[in-house]
């Protein structure tokens, strides 16, 4: 299988269809990177058949960044954004603030709609409130939003998942984040799924523990499952292994650097791991992952 074949899912029951890579926007919003650079990734994107693209309000000028450049691509990229947080004058986490919230994507990203809008990473107690459940089904319901999801880990996840409210879930999913294999990926209902965090931030760049860095909780996981080199580059592992796993709709991968997404694509291009591979990882992480919970 070749990049430009890259395999499109279908994300849930939306209607809506994305590609097995897509491209994390996180990187892309800081300041000092030259734009581009921004224009180069996209392009690289593009040509390798990615389809989505996620961002967020606090990930600095990616969602502006993206409005400016993405008309360039023909409607190439579905957009998924968060909301909830990062308007002016208005309340975090009220019902104001998603209606408000909708708007400003709107108007950053330069759209009629936004693809998917997930609540970004709100704890159970803010996620049980009616209010903000129902700004987000009224902005579904006015056009404004496709797929209303959520993008958090554990309890609050659990919750998301039973309600039968949205249609889609986003989590961490990566070698060292197994957890939801069993307790989310079988039970989604119809509901589309992103991984994120595929790559566990790489923790494979450090060769002692990163303190505070944001991979450090999963550079401790990697030492401690002690399972010997794959045979292959660790970025290819993580890679396959996220984005293969059945349920995954999409896997975005975090980087402002267009040659490592070109990689990341080839690499998911290869297709599952090998059998005896991928359980491998999996027994590891059933002996070792106990109370290892899933990370934001
Ligand atoms: N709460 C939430 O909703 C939430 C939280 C976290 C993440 N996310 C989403 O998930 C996306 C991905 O997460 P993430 O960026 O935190 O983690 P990630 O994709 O697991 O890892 C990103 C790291 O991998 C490195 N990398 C990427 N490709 C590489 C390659 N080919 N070779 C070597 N290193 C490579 C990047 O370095 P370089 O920069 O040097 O390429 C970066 O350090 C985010 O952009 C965002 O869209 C959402």
């Known amino acids: 299988m070749s990049a430009m074949n890259l395999p499109q899912r279908e994300y849930g029951r939306s209607g809506l269809s994305v590609s097995v890579v897509g491209l994390g926007a996180g990187q892309i919003g800081d300041p000092a990177l030259d734009e581009a650079r ?5 392009e690289v994107a593009a040509e390798a058949g990615v389809t989505l693209i996620d961002t967020a309000p606090s990930y600095g000028l990616s969602e502006v960044r993206l409005g400016r450049l993405m008309g360039d691509f023909r409607g190439q ?9 990062g308007v002016p004058g208005i309340e975090d986490w009220t019902g104001p603030c998603i209606a408000a919230g909708i708007e400003q994507a709107l108007c950053r990203l330069q759209v009629e709609r936004l693809d998917i809008a997930h609540l970004h990473s709100c704890p159970l107690h803010v996620l049980q409130r009616d209010d903000i459940l129902r700004a987000l089904e009224d902005g579904r319901r006015a ?9 958090g880990e554990n309890e609050a996840l659990a919750f998301a998942r039973a309600s039968g409210r949205f249609d889609g879930l986003m989590a961490s999913l990566n070698l060292f984040d197994q957890r939801l294999i069993e307790s989310t990926l079988s039970q989604l209902n119809g509901m ?15 060769d002692s523990l990163p303190q505070g860095d944001y991979c450090e909780t999963y550079w401790r996981r990697w030492r401690t499952m002690n399972l010997p080199d794959p045979g292959m ?30 990689q990341i694509v080839d690499w998911v291009a290869r297709g599952p791991l090998p059998a005896e591979l991928l359980e491998c990882w999996r027994t590891a992480f059933r002996q070792h992952g106990d109370g290892w919970t899933g990370q934001i």
Not at 38 to 42: E, F, S, T
Not at 192 to 204: E, Q
Not at 234 to 242: N, V
Not at 248 to 256: D, I, K, L
Request: positive net charge; charged residues 20%.
């Open 143 to 151: 056009g404004k939003v496709r797929a209303i999801a959520y993008s």
């Open 192 to 206: 589309g799924f992103i991984a994120k965090r595929p790559l566990a931030n790489a923790p494979w760049r450090f």
């Open 77 to 85: 990229f579905a957009v998924s954004t968060k909301l909830g947080y």
């Open 38 to 42: 921004v224009r180069r990734l996209l």
């Open 233 to 262: 580059p660790w970025g290819e592992l993580a890679s396959r292994f996220a984005a293969w796993q059945t349920g995954v709709a999409s896997a975005v991968f975090g980087t402002a650097n267009a040659e490592h997404f070109k």
